[in-house]
């Protein structure tokens, strides 16, 4: 009796470590299948998987075993034969083994797969290769890394910075000529600029692009509904009210806050006072009706949003524009937020245009010819 005790007690064991690794391997799939659809990148956490799956798979064939052999045990015990103490110590020594290696590959196997589960949680977009290949997305552009003062402001005077503008300016551009190629060819004139969650970019990107495209002869609107932390009014230098927020609640007209700015074909709408009558509106379809008069004033719209991920205002203005395109971050973004809200948008319909990766070194993309070359030249 004392022996099926012991028995018994092992038995519970090795089920509850089938159970927990069951528990894990559920958890790791539906991580798998809701962040990762479209990633060829997760190829080895997907390997991770399976053979932990194997794992478990030989811990049950374990539990299935040690049931025969308390079953032939009891057995032997009814009819009142009793191995004799050598037998029954080799057979306690194998299963001892058994039980140890078992519980050994499955711990080793636990550990690999939580090390794997928090690389992938921990692993950035580095370079636009993440972009094409990891996410399987369209690279739209690629902005190169700029010195902190350069990467708020439009335009930067003096010989001192005429390097960064070029830079800028030439990156931004060849992103603009993927967009208008995309509005020429699929009808695109509202762009909605967002990212997975604050600080990638998404604002300094939207400015410096609808500069891009004013310079191109577009007729251009820059609306900030980023209602709830505005800062595009910053960047041009004018104050924040009137602007959108009170234009949603039918404070003022629209009229009254389209903003000129220096440069030529570009107007600005700052982001207003939001309060919770402003949100109400935006939840009410309020912005249709107000997308639907400046396309009849201008050649292109964007639309500076909020992240997708805190707060649920991109995934509604989302759905009145003709596109989206992603702000990221180099070693900033991370690829299960990206991931994420990626999901929400396209649970709705809304189109995804591509990304531009922000902060790319200048060692890639071609930058450095680029540089040399208006060196020798200007």
Request: aromatic letters at 6%.
């Amino acid at each position: 009796r004392e022996k099926q005790g012991k028995d018994g007690e092992r038995l519970r064991m090795l089920e509850e470590m089938e159970k927990k690794l069951r528990e894990e391997l559920d958890k790791m799939a539906s991580d798998v299948k809701s962040d990762a659809r479209r990633g060829v990148e997760l190829e080895s956490l997907k390997e991770q998987i399976e053979s932990t799956d194997k794992i478990s798979q030989r811990l049950h064939q374990m539990i299935d075993e040690e049931q025969i052999n308390l079953t032939a045990q009891d057995r032997i015990a009814r009819l009142g034969s009793d191995p004799t103490p050598d037998t029954r110590r080799t057979l306690d020594e194998k299963k001892q083994a058994i039980i140890a290696g078992g519980a050994g590959a499955a711990a080793m196997a636990l550990v690999f797969l939580v090390i794997a589960y928090w690389e992938f949680l921990a692993r950035r977009i580095i370079t636009g290769d993440d972009v094409v290949y990891g996410l399987g997305w369209r690279l739209v552009g690629a902005i190169p890394d700029l010195p902190s003062r350069q990467r708020r402001n439009l335009t930067l005077d003096g010989e001192a910075n005429k390097h960064w503008n070029s830079l800028l300016t030439e990156s931004v551009d060849a992103a603009r000529a993927l967009l208008l190629r995309t509005a020429r060819t699929e009808a695109v004139r509202t762009v909605m600029v967002t990212s997975a969650v604050a600080g990638e970019g998404k604002t300094s990107l939207s400015c410096h692009l609808a500069s891009s495209l004013a310079r191109a002869g577009r007729k251009t609107l820059l609306i900030d509904c980023d209602l709830r932390r505005p800062s595009v009014h910053q960047l041009f230098d004018m104050p924040v009210e009137p602007g959108f927020s009170g234009v949603l609640r039918g404070d003022v007209d629209l009229s009254e806050v389209i903003r000129p700015t220096p440069a030529k074909n570009l107007w600005v709408v700052p982001a207003g006072q939001c309060d919770v009558h402003t949100l109400e509106a935006l939840a009410q379809e309020a912005l249709a009706s107000v997308l639907a008069r400046v396309k009849e004033q201008f050649d292109f719209i964007l639309i500076d949003s909020s992240p997708v991920l805190p707060v649920a205002d991109a995934l509604i203005i989302g759905q009145h524009v003709d596109g989206v395109l992603f702000s990221l971050l180099r070693d900033v973004s991370r690829f299960p937020n990206v991931y994420a809200a990626y999901e929400r948008l396209s649970s709705l319909g809304i189109r995804m245009l591509g990304a531009v990766v922000n902060g790319v070194r200048q060692d890639r993309y071609g930058y450095s010819y680029q540089y040399y070359y208006n060196k020798d030249h200007n």
